[in-house]
């Protein structure tokens, strides 16, 4: 079954770093951009950062020189480092995949950052 998993999410003081990562399941095949999105209460779904299957990246404004993205192509997964995280980050973070011929997002896990 075509899925992905999402970990790594959780509560951290500002300042603070946490990594995400979220890994296709095999049968996901003809991957493109992976990429980690996220939603904050009573705000649109918005683009962290993305990474294409040659490593090329894009960032929000918002985490440039924070987040890093990173991806293994030969597990189909994909990272967020955070760092120097502030109580604006908090939201639910979504990996999403895109492939030749569709788009999958996870589940979801909640990233909360502490004043």
């Known amino acids: 079954q075509v899925q992905l998993v999402e970990s790594g999410g959780g509560l951290v003081q500002a300042g603070g770093s946490l990594r995400l990562s979220c890994a296709a399941s095999s049968d996901m095949l003809g991957i493109q951009v992976m990429g980690w999105y996220r939603q904050a209460p009573e705000r649109s779904r918005g683009l962290v950062a993305s990474i294409t299957r040659s490593e090329t990246t894009n960032y929000a404004d918002s985490v440039k020189g924070r987040f890093t993205i990173s991806r293994n192509n030969a597990k189909d997964t994909i990272y967020l480092q955070m760092t120097s995280l502030t109580p604006e980050d908090t939201a639910v973070y979504y990996c999403?995949?895109?492939?030749?011929?569709?788009?999958?997002w996870g589940q979801g896990t909640q990233v909360t950052v502490s004043s």
């Open positions: 999403k995949v895109t492939t030749h011929w569709s788009d999958y």
